[in-house]
């Protein structure tokens, strides 16, 4: 990957919360992940573990955006 730009964009990709789900409803690894190198795919798992932290610091409960998706799929809502 020779632009800084497509590997920035890249790990904001990977550090969202969103991942696409498999026809069983589990959920798979972001597609971006798998056009990230060792040091990218570090790189967002940084980048989506302090966005998780600042989303939680920031919710009435405590709870990041991907905490409350699990919690949502346990209580059965959509």
Known sequence: ???PRDREALIE???????????DGG?????SWHDLDDEGR???????FT???VEAALDPDGLSSAARSVLARIRGAT
């Open 27 to 31: 959920v798979r690894a972001h597609p």
């Open 13 to 23: 990709e990977v550090a969202c919360a969103w991942r696409p789900r498999g026809p």
């Open 42 to 48: 570090a790189e967002g798992f940084e980048a989506a």
């Open 51 to 53: 966005a998780r932290q």
């Open 1 to 3: 990957m020779s632009d």
